[in-house]
C-alpha cells in the first residue's frame, strides 16, 4: 500500500522509499528476519513450558478444590464444604459409572431443591 501511495517509511535506521526496489527488497527481509525471530522465541518458550511441565512444576490455574501457595504449589482448599462437594462428585461417580449420568443426578437433585 505504501508503494500505491508513495509513503516513505522510517525506522531508527533509515527511511525507505517503497517504490524503489533495493528498498523493498531491505523490507522484505527485515519482515522476514523478524517473522524468523518471533517463531524462535516462540519455540523456545514452549520448550520451556513443556521442560517445566516435565518436572512438575508448571501451574497455569488452580483446578477447582485447590489453591495455588506462594511457593506456587497446589494444596487441597482448607473449606470442608469445597471438599465434601468434591468427594460427592467422585463419590456418584464411582456409583453411577459415568459422567453424563453424575451431571444428570446432579441436575436432578439441584431441581428437588429448587422446586
Known amino acids: 500500500m505504501c508503494r500505491v501511495v508513495d ?3 522510517v525506522d531508527q535506521e ?6 524503489q526496489s533495493n528498498d523493498r527488497l ?9 517473522e524468523y525471530e518471533l517463531d524462535l522465541l516462540r519455540q523456545r518458550s514452549l ?6 511441565a516435565r518436572r512438575g512444576e508448571l501451574i497455569v490455574a488452580a483446578p477447582v478444590g485447590y489453591l495455588k501457595t506462594d511457593e506456587q504449589k497446589l494444596e487441597k482448599d482448607r473449606d470442608r464444604r469445597v471438599q465434601q462437594a468434591i468427594a460427592l462428585v ?7 459409572g459415568s459422567v453424563r449420568q453424575t451431571l ?12
Do not use: D, M, V
Not at 444428570?104 to 422446586?115: D, I, N, P, V, Y
Open 47 to 52: 520448550a520451556a513450558r513443556y521442560q517445566k
Open 104 to 115: 444428570l443426578w446432579f441436575l436432578e437433585q439441584e431441581l428437588r431443591s429448587a422446586g
Open 7 to 9: 509513503t516513505l517509511l
Open 26 to 34: 531491505l523490507l522484505g527481509l527485515k519482515g522476514s528476519l523478524n
Open 90 to 96: 467422585f463419590s456418584k461417580f464411582s456409583e453411577l
Open 14 to 19: 533509515a527511511i525507505y522509499a517503497p517504490r
